[in-house]
T-cell receptor, first 115, second 112 residues
Framework: KAGVTQTPRYLIKTRGQQVTLSCSPI?????VSWYQQTPGQGLQFLFE???????NKGNFPGRFSGRQFSNSRSEMNVSTLELGDSALYLC??????????????FGPGTRLLVL | GDSVTQMEGPVTLSEEAFLTINCTYT??????LFWYVQYPGEGLQLLLK?????DKGSNKGFEATYRKETTSFHLEKGSVQVSDSAVYFC???????????FGKGTTLSVSS
């Protein structure tokens, strides 16, 4: 079974631009979560989608948004990029979320650099 | 709010040494607990998990026991290998269980 894939793997943008990241979950998984990883803040939860609906959201500004398609693929968008948005963005998929100890499978991440 | 605290790294050990990485958490209800590992340039991989009090998760020689009375989930391995060098993250499910909160990560470096 193919794992979680994320595209692109690396991205360089300038301040003020916007960016869209993509995540394809493991086949059959309906939950997709996004996390931001930075050296200073560590791993922080952005949001989770389940069956095309945002089910949960972390403490990030509205510039961060996402969506999920009927095939469970998910995209994450960041508008008006700031230098502090430079990070590794990780996507994780699971059948139903982290409920009851369900394993989340992570992709390799997209490394975003904002100049 | 919910949080995870794990020991600061880096942890440097010789091959075959005993490893302990401490992890404590604060969470409401009965969260599930996880240890994830991240190798250089890769995403996170689940190492082990426990879903209820006194459960012991184990994998690849690593073990951790869900201690509700001390709200801890310490990671242990009896004999580390060079290939265990990585960053280890303790995490807890929260917000109705649909998301994970992570500790800051502990970098382990094992030398031969």
């Amino acid at each position: 079974k193919a794992g979680v894939t994320q595209t692109p793997r690396y991205l360089i943008k300038t301040r003020g631009q916007q960016v869209t990241l993509s995540c394809s979950p493991i086949s059959g998984h309906r939950s997709v979560s996004w996390y931001q990883q930075t050296p200073g803040q560590g791993l922080q939860f952005l949001f989770e989608y389940f069956s095309e609906t945002q089910r949960n959201k972390g403490n990030f500004p509205g510039r961060f948004s996402g969506r999920q398609f009927s095939n469970s693929r998910s995209e994450m968008n960041v508008s008006t990029l700031e230098l502090g948005d430079s990070a590794l963005y990780l996507c994780a998929s699971s059948l139903g979320g982290a409920l009851l100890g369900e394993t989340q499978y992570f992709g390799p991440g997209t490394r975003l650099l904002v100049l | 709010g919910d949080s995870v605290t794990q020991m600061e790294g880096p942890v440097t050990l010789s091959e075959e040494a005993f490893l302990t990485i401490n992890c404590t958490y604060t969470a409401t209800g009965y969260p599930s607990l996880f240890w994830y590992v991240q190798y250089p340039g890769e995403g996170l991989q689940l190492l082990l998990k426990a879903t209820k009090a006194d459960d012991k998760g184990s994998n690849k020689g690593f073990e951790a026991t869900y201690r509700k009375e001390t709200t801890s989930f310490h990671l242990e391995k009896g004999s580390v290998q060079v290939s265990d060098s990585a960053v280890y993250f303790c995490s807890v499910s929260y917000q109705a269980g649909t998301a994970l909160i992570f500790g800051k990560g502990t970098t382990l470096s094992v030398s031969s």
